[in-house]
């Protein structure tokens, strides 16, 4: 699995350079699934924001960049409909975008569905947005969990480090680097704080991070 873990989309030519290496052909011949299941987890979206990533918002890319086709795999709808149905729609796409919510949600139905399982095996890049992002790391920190059942800020840990999106966005605007800091220093773990305009690319562990915009790495 490739790694393109955003804060905001694919919101510049940078990040959007990143995904086209990391696919190694053009948009236009990839098929593409979109997983918006993180938005149920957070208590400020809903229908409508599920809505709006999976028909497109063009400011963040995602689902309107071109591709051959655009699925849609919600993964609280799995346990029922079997593996031997859903592997095979994993397997054969090029590409899955990740939308955000809430990252403990997102890793519940990651581990239920047997997603999670699947996904270090699979020869496919994963393009997270926020918590679509933020999955892919060990913890989140209390800060960032909205799902009123989490058992606790602990994700899937396929990377080795945590995330902090959205820095200096204007409608979080206590999403500081400061507070960034703080956060990584109760977590104690390695981290990233990046905005809307920067992304991390992790291929076979080697991380880069693309920015056209700020990030700090956190120790």
């Not at 979109?34 to 409508?48: N, S, Y």
């Not at 592997?87 to 990252?103: F, K, Q, S, T």
């Not at 905005?195 to 991390?200: E, F, L, S």
Request: overall charge negative; proline content about 6%; glycine content about 10%.
């Amino acid at each position: 699995m490739k790694l393109l873990l955003t804060s905001g989309g694919i919101t510049n030519p940078s990040i959007e350079a990143a995904l086209l290496d990391l696919l190694g052909k053009p948009i236009a011949e990839c098929h593409a699934l979109c997983i918006p299941t993180a938005q149920w987890g957070h208590q400020m979206l809903g229908p409508q924001s599920v809505r709006s990533f999976i028909v497109g918002d063009p400011q963040r890319g995602m689902t309107t960049m071109g591709w051959a086709s655009v699925g849609v795999l919600e993964l609280s709808a799995l346990p029922t409909v079997g593996r031997e149905r859903w592997e095979p729609w994993v397997r054969e796409a090029d590409v899955i975008l990740v939308d955000g919510g809430d990252a403990t949600y997102l890793t519940h139905w990651m581990l239920e569905s047997g997603l999670a399982e699947l996904v270090p095996r699979l020869d496919t890049v994963w393009v997270g947005l926020s918590a679509g992002s933020m999955v892919m790391t060990p913890r989140i920190g209390a800060d960032f969990v909205s799902w009123t059942q989490a058992p606790d800020d602990r994700t899937l840990g396929v990377v080795d480090f945590s995330i902090y999106p959205h820095v200096g966005h204007p409608m979080m605007p206590e999403n500081t680097m400061a507070d960034a800091e703080r956060w990584a220093a109760d977590l104690g773990l390695p981290a990233y704080a990046v905005d809307d305009d920067t992304a991390i690319v992790v291929v076979d562990g080697q991380v880069e991070v693309v920015s056209e915009g700020t990030w700090s790495q956190l120790a």
